[in-house]
């Protein structure tokens, strides 16, 4: 990084590049009939690809380059684009992340890993005062492209201060855009999106979905595929009440909406992708379709995600409400380090079922 920044060319203050790489993208084998990618590969693939069309764009953090990544995201980066675009930066949020801003200034693209979102609190002062104002600071004449990426929420037994989700906080700072993948297609699609943004982005990934194995179109495995930012998914449709949720969530969203469906109950399940902006016009689209609203968020439930959409939804649909709306959270305590405890302090299955039957009057 530090020799590309040393070497700004002549024209227009752009920055010339010793080495350039071509933006076509190695062909990928996938097995015939209907392919399936893990969330892991979906975005090494869209980092690859990205990195492979634009010199601009680099890695750095903790781990990403010799190790490959502490969940092997960046695996097989270093030996391809070397440590000039794949940098190894010591125990240091704060450092590395002002130096990943300083870049975006100077023009270039830095993706950014964090261990962990908890990790990030290290580097807060720079992810909001330096990267999230300065556009506006500047009345436009500085863009800040970078993205802030890594695992963010529970895993497992990892404790409070490993646990957290930073889907609230960051939300609701103007100038960040937040997204959060469910899918394989959703982490290959926004991580090209945010990578391409010319404003900050805070990518929220799930530690435990990285090994799962999403079904994905020939269109996302195309190297100019791209999601849109700010535009929620409907994963599966109803007609009784909206589920409204994110993440890791939306899986146990579509296995709630199967056990309601045993019981005559149709779910639609919505899958935000994208924290901030929020794709009100969607969810309110739905409640004013089924006349019921059931959130659900990992974070703690006082000033959340589902406290946003609940606000929206009886500001904008309170005269299509025919139940009072419904919202599922995270216990309002440090997550337990004991496993029995963890999951009790987590939503489940389980409790978005409930909380749907009690919408639809139909609990016992």
Same mark, same amino acid.
């Given at each position: 990084?530090?020799?590309?920044?040393?070497?700004?060319?002549?024209?227009?203050?752009? #920055? @010339?590049?010793?080495?350039? *790489?071509?933006?076509? %993208?190695?062909? *990928? @084998?996938?097995? +015939? $009939?209907?392919?399936?990618?893990?969330?892991?590969?979906?975005?090494?693939?869209?980092?690859?690809?990205?990195?492979?069309?634009?010199?601009? %764009?680099?890695?750095? $953090?903790?781990?990403?380059?010799?190790?490959?990544?502490?969940?092997?995201?960046?695996?097989?980066?270093?030996?391809?684009?070397?440590?000039?675009?794949?940098?190894?930066?010591?125990?240091?949020?704060?450092?590395?992340?002002?130096?990943?801003?300083?870049? +975006?200034?100077?023009? #270039?693209?830095? &993706?950014?890993? =964090?261990?962990?979102?908890?990790?990030?609190?290290?580097?807060?002062?720079?992810?909001?005062?330096?990267?999230?104002? @300065?556009?506006?600071?500047?009345?436009?004449?500085?863009? &800040?492209?970078?993205? =802030?990426?890594?695992?963010?929420?529970?895993?497992?037994? /990892?404790?409070?201060?490993?646990?957290?989700?930073?889907?609230?906080?960051?939300?609701? /700072?103007?100038? #960040?855009?937040?997204?959060?993948?469910?899918?394989?297609?959703d982490a290959r699609g926004l991580l090209k999106a945010a990578i391409r943004d010319p404003d900050p982005v805070v990518f929220l990934e799930n530690e435990l979905l990285y090994g799962e194995s999403f079904p994905i179109s020939e269109e996302a495995l195309d190297s100019s595929f791209c999601l849109p930012i700010g535009k929620a998914k409907i994963e599966r449709q109803g007609k009784d009440v909206t589920i409204v949720t994110f993440s890791k969530m939306v899986g146990?969203?579509?296995?709630?909406? !199967?056990?309601?469906? !045993?019981? $005559?109950?149709?779910?639609?399940?919505?899958?935000?992708?994208?924290?901030?902006?929020?794709? *009100?016009?969607?969810?309110?689209? @739905?409640?004013?379709?089924?006349?019921?609203? /059931?959130?659900?968020?990992?974070?703690?439930?006082?000033? $959340?995600?589902?406290?946003?959409?609940?606000?929206?939804?009886? !500001?904008?649909?309170?005269?299509?409400?025919?139940?009072? /709306?419904?919202?599922?959270?995270?216990?309002? &305590?440090?997550?337990?380090?004991?496993?029995?405890?963890?999951?009790? +302090?987590?939503?489940?299955?389980?409790?978005? %079922?409930?909380?749907?039957?009690?919408?639809?009057?139909?609990?016992?």
């Amino acid at each position: 990084m530090w020799g590309i920044l040393r070497q700004r060319g002549i024209d227009g203050g752009g #920055l @010339s590049l010793r080495r350039t *790489r071509s933006a076509s %993208v190695s062909a *990928r @084998s996938y097995a +015939a $009939g209907s392919k399936e990618m893990t969330v892991r590969d979906a975005l090494n693939s869209a980092i690859d690809e990205e990195m492979s069309a634009d010199p601009k %764009v680099f890695v750095m $953090g903790e781990e990403v380059g010799q190790y490959q990544g502490a969940y092997k995201i960046t695996k097989g980066l270093l030996e391809k684009y070397g440590p000039e675009r794949v940098y190894d930066t010591p125990i240091t949020e704060a450092g590395f992340t002002g130096i990943g801003v300083g870049a +975006a200034y100077a023009g #270039l693209k830095p &993706v950014v890993e =964090f261990m962990t979102f908890n990790f990030s609190m290290q580097a807060i002062d720079h992810i909001i005062n330096s990267a999230a104002k @300065s556009n506006y600071m500047s009345a436009g004449q500085i863009n &800040v492209p970078i993205v =802030f990426r890594g695992p963010n929420g529970a895993a497992a037994g /990892v404790g409070a201060q490993h646990s957290q989700c930073y889907a609230a906080w960051y939300a609701s /700072v103007p100038g #960040l855009k937040v997204l959060a993948p469910y899918s394989a297609e959703d982490a290959r699609g926004l991580l090209k999106a945010a990578i391409r943004d010319p404003d900050p982005v805070v990518f929220l990934e799930n530690e435990l979905l990285y090994g799962e194995s999403f079904p994905i179109s020939e269109e996302a495995l195309d190297s100019s595929f791209c999601l849109p930012i700010g535009k929620a998914k409907i994963e599966r449709q109803g007609k009784d009440v909206t589920i409204v949720t994110f993440s890791k969530m939306v899986g146990f969203a579509l296995k709630a909406a !199967e056990k309601l469906a !045993e019981e $005559g109950i149709s779910a639609e399940v919505i899958n935000l992708r994208s924290i901030r902006p929020l794709d *009100r016009a969607t969810i309110n689209a @739905s409640v004013r379709k089924t006349s019921r609203l /059931v959130t659900v968020e990992e974070g703690f439930p006082q000033h $959340g995600v589902c406290a946003e959409i609940c606000a929206s939804v009886v !500001e904008e649909s309170f005269s299509y409400l025919d139940a009072p /709306v419904e919202r599922i959270a995270g216990a309002d &305590v440090p997550m337990p380090y004991a496993a029995n405890l963890e999951r009790l +302090a987590l939503p489940q299955v389980e409790d978005i %079922v409930r909380a749907a039957k009690r919408a639809c009057y139909r609990s016992k």
